[in-house]
């Protein structure tokens, strides 16, 4: 899901990255070159992705969004998704978590109930 305009213009790196740390995920910065493509893939963890210079066009199944500075895409585990970087190239922070289902039940810890999910990092 794109959040369009999530952070506002002028928002500091270091704003985004308490915002991002608060929602589980530790961001990574990432850059990538114009035209560079990302082919259509899964994971079983959930992203979360931050614009903070260029662009790229995504595709999450079959929407698309342009990803802009100060946006913030959702993408759960499991959704077939991917993009190509714009013309400038695009500079985000990226992020991943492994979302457990509290309802699951492992079969190795004796049909115990996970209480909680576990955070990353």
């Known amino acids: 899901m794109l959040y369009k305009n999530f952070f506002p213009k002028g928002a500091s790196r270091q704003e985004i990255v308490k915002s991002i740390k608060a929602e589980g995920f530790n961001p990574i910065l990432i850059t990538d070159e114009p035209g560079f493509v990302y082919e259509t893939h899964t994971h079983p963890e959930t992203k979360l992705i931050v614009c903070l ?4 066009r995504v595709k999450v199944e079959k929407e ?3 990803f802009a500075p100060g946006d913030k895409i959702l ?3 499991k959704i077939p998704h991917g993009g190509v970087v714009g ?3 695009c500079v985000y ?3 991943e978590k492994i979302v457990i289902d509290k309802n699951f039940t492992n079969s190795s810890s004796k049909g115990s109930k996970l209480s909680s999910p ?4």
Do not use: L, N, T
């Open 118 to 121: 576990r955070k990353a990092g």
């Open 93 to 95: 922070y990226w992020s």
């Open 87 to 89: 013309k400038d190239g």
């Open 53 to 56: 210079e260029g662009s790229m």
């Open 75 to 77: 993408i759960p585990g």
């Open 64 to 66: 698309e969004y342009d």
